[in-house]
């Protein structure tokens, strides 16, 4: 119902930019939130940044808080993660999630993976020393 195209990783230098793109597409009228998340090879998965349907609520994994921005854009049906001052440890697949339930169960889950209906394919980024 609900398709997800992510785009924009790469590799990059410690400090460097990037910005992640997440685009979807079929029966977005059902889409209330939008979230990202990240695994590194051997770790866990874990939430990286998550943003609601107006824009209004946003939310941030601590170790991203103030180098990471979340946005979207309804018009175009893509949502963005802009990651500034990028360090080795952000190197990990960075997917996108589509929330479906509403605003109530979205803020109180949107920090748990299982809470998303629809994922993206992944994109990779890598952060060099």
């Known amino acids: 119902q609900v398709q997800l195209v992510e785009s924009g990783g790469g590799v990059v230098q410690a400090g460097d930019s990037l910005r992640l793109s997440c685009a979807a597409s079929?029966?977005?009228?059902?889409?209330?939130?939008m979230g990202w998340f990240r695994q590194a090879p051997g770790k866990e998965r874990e939430f990286v940044a998550a943003?609601?349907?107006?824009?209004?609520?946003?939310y941030y994994r601590d170790s991203v808080k103030g180098r990471f921005t979340i946005s979207r854009d309804n018009r175009k049906n893509t949502a963005y993660l802009q990651m500034n001052s990028l360090k080795p440890e952000d190197t990990a697949v960075y997917s996108c999630?589509?929330?479906?339930?509403?605003?109530?169960?979205?803020?109180?889950?949107?920090?748990?993976?299982?809470?998303?209906?629809?994922w993206g394919q992944g994109t990779q980024v890598t952060v060099s020393s």
């Open positions: 999630g589509a929330h479906t339930s509403g605003n109530v169960l979205f803020n109180r889950r949107y920090g748990t993976a299982d809470a998303y209906s629809y």
């Open positions: 079929g029966r977005t009228f059902s889409i209330y939130g």
């Open positions: 943003i609601s349907w107006s824009g209004g609520s946003t």
